[in-house]
């Protein structure tokens, strides 16, 4: 993840309450397939879903109890699903837990603002990703092609809010980020931002000319609003926001007002499921994504 000052890889979580995975009995959960996992990772699978309790208020008993006893918590079996998938991917016992709290724990939940942001996709959106991003940020531009398929994948259910966020270890970050406001101002945002990913070795004030012009932009008034003060209020209203919400680094997304954590989450491999659940604890039944959706910008 880039953050502010370096690019890392993340940290591992610590590990908690199913460190371990004590090798009781293979548990069974009706609605959960469990055949791709090998013995020691069923095992581990069913310490966490006999262990941990369902992410629903006024329900007090374990993941597996509330699927089978037909609590009223929809959340529950795509949080037994979920769970497969971190285990098979040979996550840590700490790592696990710690992503089923950040994907499910209902007070993971913000309130996270959008009013007057550039935003494309689903005209009525089952889920709202808000993203802030520096458009020099190597992360940044990885991710973007994920986030891409996701609109095209879910068309009538996904929707892209898009803030800014230039980092100061980035020089070029902040001429982009106002290149894109400028551009909005000529009703050519979209086309400016998908530009820019596309040519991120055109940030520089010449670069940003050209792709100004690629975009049909008038380019006088393009220059001129790229350096006034509104454009200015802009960047600062969107970092304002996203310290707010405790930004560590970029991008930084929030789907449904909850942290998509890149220290326990990976693009190309949860980003898909985290949306396909959303549609499902929207729907109370399993969304599938176009063939070949899943990890394939």
């Known amino acids: 993840m880039c953050v502010l000052g370096a690019c890392g890889a993340p940290g591992e979580a610590g590990r908690g309450a199913a460190a371990g995975a004590p090798a009781g009995e293979a548990a069974e ?14 095992r581990t699978w069913s310490a966490f879903v006999s262990e941990l309790r369902a992410p ?11 699927v089978k006893d037909g609590h009223q918590c929809r959340a529950c079996l795509p949080a037994a699903r979920f769970l497969v998938s971190q ?25 996270v603002p959008i009013d007057g942001a550039q935003s494309r996709g689903a005209r009525q959106p089952t889920v709202t990703i808000v993203e802030w991003a520096d458009y020099q940020c190597p992360a940044c531009g990885a991710a973007n092609p994920f986030v891409d398929q996701a609109l095209k994948a879910h068309p009538d259910d996904v929707r892209l809010v898009f803030r800014h966020y230039p980092l100061a270890s980035h020089p070029l970050a902040d001429g982009a980020a106002r290149a894109a406001v400028a551009a909005t101002r000529q009703g050519k945002f979209w086309t400016m ?17 050209e792709l100004a ?3 049909g932009l008038d380019l006088p008034t393009f220059i001129r609003e790229s350096q006034d003060e509104t454009t200015q209020q802009v960047l600062v209203a969107d970092m304002r926001d996203a310290d707010r919400l405790g930004l560590s680094g970029t991008p930084m997304l ?8 890149l220290d326990y989450f990976v693009m190309s491999e949860d980003l898909e499921e ?24």
């Open 87 to 111: 285990v098979r991917r040979g996550k840590t016992p700490g790592q696990i837990e710690a992503a089923f709290h950040a994907r499910f724990d209902p007070d993971r939940v913000k309130r």
């Open 274 to 297: 985290w949306i396909e659940i959303e549609i499902e604890l929207a729907r109370g039944a399993p969304a599938t994504a176009p063939s070949g959706a899943r990890g394939q910008p």
């Open 29 to 42: 959960v009706p609605g959960v397939d469990t055949s791709s996992l090998t013995r020691d990772e069923l």
């Open 193 to 209: 931002h998908d530009l820019m990913y596309k040519n991120r070795d055109k940030l520089d004030p010449h670069g940003l000319k």
């Open 56 to 66: 629903c208020s006024g329900v007090t008993v374990s993941l597996k109890h509330c």
């Open 213 to 215: 012009v690629e975009a």
């Open 254 to 261: 929030y789907i449904n007002g909850r942290l998509f954590d």
